[in-house]
């Protein structure tokens, strides 16, 4: 499990939101067995999507980021449910490049900036989902996130991303935070706000030093009197079973499980966010349709 903590400042004019996604962005590199490239492009938008989620006022709604920056790592993928629990996958997991100029690892160059942000709200009180998309900056994720709600969002934020990769390409750490201005901040809180934000040490050099959480929290809104308003524990958890898995798989219709069934009976699907594999009999499905069905809307997964 991951810590999670969300701040307030004193005078309730700047939101915090930090994690310790190490054990989150674990759980992707044993599921995945990602280069340590990709381990750093996908834990960061998983990290960014569980700070999201847990800044989304009903823990109902969910978030879908899809990064498609024309690289040779491919769609980056990360969802969130309304508390911080996220999932993910990357096309190429495999895929590594030389490190940059300054030593640390080309997520840039693997994800691409040629191309989009995706940000999908599922609000359950909408008919249908909210969807935003901003130009990437860098593809290095933390900057574009920041971009996605300086553009779409009209909201000043600061976000703050890291992976550390062993040689060995386990993790060793990994987190981040968010920190937002509400309306009515004056100028010399911005600031004191960005003077602070200058100040820190990197995400991963925090960590590795064994600061927490709450220890960045302190560090960005240092002079604000911050004080914490919840702590939670998040993970990486996938919400695939196999009940909607064959929800999906009968939403299809008749006339496509037939096409399926004649070119093999035996039906397996994998989930891309954890690999679990669902196996049915397309007869037996069929006999559970009725004659006359028709395709219904596909279920997402």
Same mark, same amino acid.
């Given at each position: ?6 701040? =307030?400042?004193?005078?309730? @004019? ?7 996604? #190490? ?22 938008? /998983? ?7 847990? %800044? ?8 879908? =980021? ?12 990360a969802c969130t449910d309304g508390t911080g ?19 640390? /690892? ?10 989009? /942000? ?11 989902? #909210? ?7 860098? @593809? ?37 935070? %968010?920190?937002? /201005? ?24 925090? =960590? ?7 220890? %960045? %929290? ?40 037939? +096409? ?16 679990? +594999? ?18 219904a809307p596909e279920e997402a997964q």
């Amino acid at each position: 499990m991951s810590e999670l903590i969300r701040g =307030l400042s004193e005078n309730g @004019g700047v939101v915090f939101c930090g994690i310790d996604s #190490t054990d989150i962005v674990c759980k992707a590199e044993q599921l995945h067995k990602t280069s340590a490239t990709c381990s750093a492009a996908l834990g960061r938008l /998983l990290t960014g999507a569980s700070l999201m989620g847990a %800044m989304l006022k009903d823990s109902r709604d969910s978030i879908t =980021l899809r990064v498609n920056g024309g690289g040779p790592a491919g769609l980056v993928i990360a969802c969130t449910d309304g508390t911080g629990n996220v999932k993910g996958c990357i096309d190429h997991p495999l895929v590594e490049l030389p490190p940059r100029a300054d030593g640390h /690892l080309d997520v840039g160059g693997a994800v691409g900036k040629d191309g989009v /942000l995706t940000v999908i709200r599922d609000n359950k009180l909408q008919k249908e989902p #909210t969807v935003g998309q901003v130009p990437l900056v860098s @593809g290095e994720i933390a900057e574009d996130l920041t971009a996605y709600y300086a553009y779409s969002e009209q909201i000043p934020t600061v976000c703050a991303l890291g992976v550390l990769v062993d040689p060995d390409l386990t993790i060793h750490c990994a987190g981040g935070y %968010m920190v937002q /201005l509400l309306p009515g901040a004056t100028d010399a809180e911005i600031t004191q706000l960005e003077q602070n934000i200058a100040a820190m040490p990197s995400v991963t050099e925090m =960590l590795r030093a064994g600061a927490t959480p709450k220890d %960045m %929290m302190e560090k960005a809104l240092a002079g604000f009197a911050p004080s914490v308003l919840d702590t939670r524990q998040v993970s990486y958890r996938c919400d695939c079973s196999e009940e909607r898995t064959k929800a999906m798989l009968l939403s299809l219709g008749r006339k496509e499980l037939e +096409k399926l069934r004649d070119e093999d009976p035996h039906c397996e699907v994998v989930c891309h966010f954890c690999h679990s +594999k669902y196996n049915f009999d397309l007869n037996q499905l069929l006999k559970e349709l009725p004659e006359t069905s028709e395709a219904a809307p596909e279920e997402a997964q």
